[in-house]
């Protein structure tokens, strides 16, 4: 059974940083596209930022030059670094593997207080 748990999540206030992190029990990710997306109160789920297997990076352009995403291929994880963050980045975080099939966590919360 594939499981994708993520950690790291909590609460800060505006302009903090966070590192979400992302371990994945079941599957090895190494040649799976890696990335986390986010979902606040009353909206739909947005994609916030992959990583190729070969470590090729997008994010959203509410995100660009303040999160930045990794993958370690040896410990089958990916990480999310959040800086400057804003309160419009509060959210539900997810971690997603697309490979053969498609595996998310069940997300961990990022709550940003001004």
């Known amino acids: 059974q594939v499981q994708l748990v993520e950690s790291g999540g909590g609460s800060v206030q505006a302009g903090g940083s966070l590192k979400l992190s992302c371990a994945v029990v079941?599957?090895?990710?190494?040649?799976?596209?890696m990335g986390w997306d986010r979902q606040a109160p009353g909206k739909p789920r947005e994609l916030v930022s992959r990583?190729?297997?070969?470590?090729?990076?997008n994010y959203a352009d509410s995100v660009k030059g303040r999160f930045t995403i990794s993958r370690d291929n040896a410990k089958n994880t990916v990480s999310l670094q959040m800086n400057s963050l804003k309160t419009e980045d509060t959210a539900v975080y997810y971690c997603a593997a697309f490979c053969r099939s498609n595996y998310w966590g069940r997300g961990t919360q990022v709550t940003v207080s001004s």
């Open positions: 079941g599957y090895i990710v190494s040649g799976c596209e």
């Open positions: 990583i190729s297997s070969v470590g090729t990076t």
